[in-house]
């Protein structure tokens, strides 16, 4: 399975404010995952990222709330921009290995004021 | 849309005892069905998955079954302990499509 990381592990932040949470891999993948769990909630996919290539994203998320960078097969970077207390949440980056699974990192806790 | 629902949200079962968390899917397209558990303050970690053509697989003390007739799928957990309480989260997705979706979560509490 891969290893996840994801920084910061927290934050709190003040509304209007952006806030760029990164992930990383210990190996190569292709595909990686930005999900959003509210609280209490299921998660739900924001977007895809490929490297190499513009993010997909979900319906109900678009790119300037979202922007997401892909610059190699081990990072990816998800920005929050001009938040608001309905974007705090638990960001989750996952990628897909061996086969379909996807390994998901500890998750982000936004907390927006 | 298409949705993943749990018919509980919750559940708690005596330690040692056995335990079934139900999920409904209704894509009849999907072919790969995962579940995950995730504890407090941690992300989804991987327990199981099936694909659909088979209707059961087991792991360790882990027991998922499929029942695509009526897009049914269930996780059972044999002997739980202390270390099982946690929400546990269906997903499901097709392999030409990569993504999931997932169903509402099951809180499982086990009492000592």
């Known amino acids: 399975s891969a290893v996840i990381s994801q920084k910061p592990s927290r934050d709190i932040c003040q509304r209007g404010t952006s806030l760029t949470i990164q992930c990383q891999v210990d190996?190569?993948?292709?595909?990686m995952f930005w999900y959003r769990q509210q609280p209490g909630q299921s998660l739900t996919l924001i977007a895809t990222?490929?490297?190499?290539?513009?993010?997909?994203?979900e319906s109900g998320f678009v790119i300037d709330k979202f922007p997401i960078s892909r610059p190699n097969l081990t990072f990816s970077t998800l920005t929050v921009s001009n938040m608001s207390p309905e974007d705090s949440s638990i960001y989750l980056c996952?990628?897909?290995?061996?086969?379909?699974?996807?390994?998901f990192g500890p998750g982000t806790r936004l907390t927006v004021l | 849309g298409e949705s993943v629902g749990l018919h509980l949200p919750t559940l708690s079962v005596q330690e040692g005892d056995n335990s079934i968390i139900n999920c409904a899917y209704s894509?009849?397209?999907?072919?790969?069905f995962i579940w995950y558990k995730q504890e407090s303050g941690k992300g989804p970690q991987f327990i199981i998955d099936i694909r659909s053509n088979m209707d059961k697989r087991q792991g360790q003390r882990v027991t998922v079954l499929l029942n695509k007739t009526v897009k049914h799928l269930s996780l059972q957990i044999a002997a739980t302990q202390p270390g099982d309480s946690a929400v546990y989260f269906c997903?499901?997705?097709?392999?030409?499509?990569?993504?999931?979706?997932f169903g509402q979560g099951t809180r499982l509490t086990i009492n000592p």
């Open positions: 894509n009849s397209a999907s072919d790969y």
């Open positions: 996952s990628v897909e290995a061996r086969g379909n699974e996807q390994f």
């Open positions: 190996s190569q993948v292709t595909m």
């Open positions: 990222a490929n490297q190499g290539s513009e993010a997909t994203y």
């Open positions: 997903a499901e997705g097709s392999q030409g499509a990569q993504k999931l979706v």
